[in-house]
């Protein structure tokens, strides 16, 4: 614990004994992993946790689960005791040997609040973006409970993840798709591009000062935009920009399939 960032540390010390309690022999690893871990939190930022175990989690178990993440989670900003959590549970037993797209067992994230609360759960499901998720996971992670992420998980092939990149991509093909989103679309977009062009994964935030060195001026101007609001945890105004966002958005979209093409 004493790795942890101190401003989240008795919330992750919380979540990570009810996991426990919760799971007991079927837990195999607990791993904080994003920003608390690389590059810093920020002031908007979730703590992301991949949970993993040993096989399917039954309905009941599932729902107890998400009922309990509730009372440890908070809107981002809303609360200055709770950040939001970002919680993925994956069954070993449907990720090995690996295989594309993986399934994902359950997710709780704030934007399932709602849902949540009136009993609407969402099941298992194929989720091409564990293919980044453990990318990740295997370069920077803190194992909470359990083996190291390099241990316990597979390497990703690389064909794999750029499949994931290019399944990601095609989510937002016009401007409903990231209405509300667009800080966050755009952020994505900048670390996408990254991978699709280094094989590494970075910080939302350098991932941005990197798209923006190589986008023209007015779609720079956006993408530093998004960041600045980021870092300082201030509204964007990018709702009141449609056109702009979503003129970016295209841009980046045909710059990233431009690379992943040449290199496919």
Same mark, same amino acid.
């Given at each position: ?59 009941? +178990? ?6 309990? +993440? ?6 981002p900003g809303s609360d200055p005791s709770l950040r939001a959590l970002e919680v993925t ?22 934007? +399932? ?15 091409n973006d564990l293919a980044i998720l453990f990318t990740k996971l295997r370069r920077h ?11 316990l998980f597979e390497a990703v092939p690389l064909a794999d993840l750029k499949q994931s ?100």
């Amino acid at each position: 614990m004493q790795h942890l960032p101190p401003e989240v540390r008795s919330q992750i010390a919380v979540v990570q004994a009810a996991l426990e309690r919760l799971l007991g022999d079927k837990l195999c690893g607990i791993h904080l992993f994003g920003s608390a871990v690389d590059g810093g939190l920020k002031p908007c930022s979730d703590i992301d946790l991949m949970v993993t175990v040993n096989s399917p989690l039954p309905e009941p +178990l599932q729902q107890r689960l998400l009922q309990t +993440l509730l009372a440890h989670s908070a809107w981002p900003g809303s609360d200055p005791s709770l950040r939001a959590l970002e919680v993925t549970v994956v069954a070993l037993s449907e990720i090995q040997p690996w295989r594309y797209p993986p399934r994902r067992e359950m997710q709780f994230g704030e934007w +399932l609040r709602t849902d949540i609360q009136a009993g609407r759960y969402e099941p298992a499901m194929p989720d091409n973006d564990l293919a980044i998720l453990f990318t990740k996971l295997r370069r920077h992670s803190l194992a909470l409970h359990g083996p190291d992420a390099h241990v316990l998980f597979e390497a990703v092939p690389l064909a794999d993840l750029k499949q994931s990149l290019v399944d990601t991509l095609s989510q937002w093909q016009q401007p409903s798709d990231w209405e509300g989103e667009e800080r966050n679309i755009l952020l994505a977009l900048a670390r996408i591009w990254y991978t699709a062009c280094t094989g590494e994964i970075a910080a939302k935030d350098a991932a941005a000062a990197w798209a923006a060195e190589r986008l023209p001026a007015a779609h720079s101007a956006l993408m530093a935009r998004a960041a600045a609001a980021y870092l300082s945890g201030q509204p964007d105004g990018l709702a009141a920009i449609p056109e702009q966002v979503a003129h970016t958005i295209h841009f980046c979209r045909s710059e990233i399939e431009a690379v992943l093409r040449v290199r496919a």
